[in-house]
């Protein structure tokens, strides 16, 4: 089945304790892409990658990092967590971008993270 | 983008039609409509998207007005679990990013 997962899909940890959220896709896509969702806030994108080795910030990048080393791979690291990260956190993806084309935005499950 | 309006909510009795309405008045002519939904706390999921002429899938229809300043998505038989909260969305195809900007979007109760 063509999907995108997240673990862990609930997390409740501490400030400053560093930790990775995974995403994977099974479906070969070229984009992934990190949002975060918050009340009144709706979803914004953290980070985003066009392809391997390939990554640049989106809306919210401060406290975060990723890494694209695969293809199917994007894993969001908060080095040293605070609570005002604590969050809903969604990968997606897409085949590609390119100029004049769209391609559907396939989202993961999510990931809700509490720091406290 | 163009920005867009959408109503806070709608209820839809079971089995009804969903009409979902969106203005987009300040939308240029090379911005597509698109429209997502998430179901609570889930990852949001592609409905359809179109540009000037009607659309239609397995899952809903769009239409869109000749003048492109509004659109309406279409849910033909609505069920249980079309609850959601609908995004209309508006952008330009033509982007190295493409970060889907979502809006309050439309809470639509389908009641049994």
């Known amino acids: 089945e063509a999907q995108v997962t997240q673990n862990p899909r609930y997390l409740i940890t501490v400030t400053g304790k560093k930790l990775t959220v995974t995403c994977s896709q099974n479906?070969?896509?070229?984009?992934m892409s990190w949002y975060r969702q918050d009340p009144g806030l709706g979803l914004r994108q953290i980070y985003y990658s066009m392809n391997v080795e390939v990554t640049d910030k989106g809306d919210v990048p401060e406290g975060y990092k990723v890494s694209r080393k695969e293809k199917r791979n994007f894993p969001l690291i908060l080095e040293s967590p605070s609570p005002n990260q604590t969050s809903l956190y969604f990968c997606?993806?897409?085949?590609?971008?390119?100029?004049?084309?769209?391609?559907?935005?396939?989202f993961g499950p999510g990931t809700r993270l509490t720091v406290l | 983008d163009a920005k867009t309006t959408q109503p806070t909510s709608m209820d839809c009795a079971e089995g009804r039609a969903a009409n979902l309405p969106c203005n987009h008045s300040t939308i240029s002519g090379n911005e597509y409509v698109y429209w997502y939904r998430q179901i609570h706390s889930q990852g949001p999921q592609y409905i359809i998207h179109?540009?000037?002429n009607n659309e239609t899938n397995e899952m809903a229809s769009l239409i869109i007005t000749e003048d492109r300043k509004s659109s309406t998505l279409i849910l033909p038989h609505a069920t249980l679990r079309d609850t959601a909260v609908y995004y209309c969305?508006?952008?330009?195809?033509?982007?190295?990013?493409?970060?889907?900007?979502f809006g309050k979007g439309t809470r639509l109760s389908v009641i049994a």
């Open positions: 997606a993806s897409s085949l590609s971008i390119r100029v004049g084309a769209y391609n559907e935005q396939f």
């Open positions: 479906m070969n896509h070229e984009y």
């Open positions: 969305i508006v952008r330009v195809a033509v982007k190295r990013n493409t970060p889907l900007v």
């Open positions: 179109g540009l000037k």
